[in-house]
């Protein structure tokens, strides 16, 4: 399942993102990279344990633990310090094809996560660059994402994917990974419906409707089967 989230960051936080990241030291992508993405990830990032991507990366997961709709799709139970890149086109920046490393440590905090959910949050406007767009590979084809400075994407971190060339402007976003109490993309995707469908049901009839209780239990129920915590 690909789920996209508006908003998760004001336009004003935006602005304020990239100030302070134009000011930072950016370093080459490929310190974070695995063995094979490392042949073809070409883009800079900031270097992961500097405060400025710690402290940005906070606030991002701050935003996005608020979002009903994140928590309902992803239901975190740890997520990755958020990272920084930028692909700039006067330096030929690309990701090709790769699959993200099934596990990542971080070498500050020690946390240890199984990726089941990669996460790009988008923060430069689509009309600031060409190219740059993130193609996902799924069971049912290519999906290729570009959003609005500020909305970010989830997507199986099962899912082979890259980034195409940017070939006018400049490409900044942050991207991440999670572990979800729900390993399987699919019961997870059969939960996140459910739960859609309970609050269209609430909406309509009211939380004590017999029928909206029934299916609101068997929600918890299906949680309570398949979490992990
Ligand atoms: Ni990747």
């Known amino acids: 399942m690909l789920t996209c989230i508006d908003g998760v960051l004001s336009k004003d936080d935006v602005a304020e993102f990239r100030r302070i990241m134009d000011a930072s030291e950016w370093e080459d992508g490929r310190s974070t990279a695995g063995a094979q993405s490392a042949m073809v990830k070409r883009n800079e990032q900031l270097p992961p344990d ?11 997961i701050s935003a996005l633990t ?6 309902a799709a992803a239901i975190p139970l740890q997520i990755f310090p958020p990272l920084f890149n930028r692909y700039a086109a006067d330096s030929g920046h690309h990701f090709g094809l790769h699959v993200d490393n099934a596990i990542r440590g971080d070498r500050l905090t020690g ?3 199984r990726t089941d959910l990669s996460v790009t949050l988008f923060l430069s406007e ?4 060409d190219g740059g767009e993130l193609v996902i590979e799924d069971t049912y084809g290519s999906h290729e994402v570009k959003l609005p400075a500020g909305d970010c994407v989830l997507y199986p971190s099962t899912s082979l994917h890259l980034v195409t060339p940017v070939t006018r402007g400049s490409r900044v976003a942050s991207f991440f990974w999670l572990q979800s109490m729900i390993r399987d993309d699919q019961a997870r995707s059969m939960i996140f419906d459910l739960d859609a469908a309970i609050q269209a049901l609430v909406a309509r009839l009211g939380r004590d409707d017999p029928e909206t209780v029934k299916l ?12 992990e915590v």
Request: glycine share 6%; charged share 25%.
């Open 66 to 71: 608020a979002s009903p709709r994140f928590l």
């Open 126 to 129: 689509p009309e600031d660059y």
């Open 111 to 113: 946390l240890r996560i």
């Open 216 to 227: 609101t239990g068997i929600y918890h129920n299906l949680i309570r089967t398949w979490a």
């Open 50 to 60: 500097s405060e400025v991507a710690r402290k940005l990366g906070h606030r991002i």
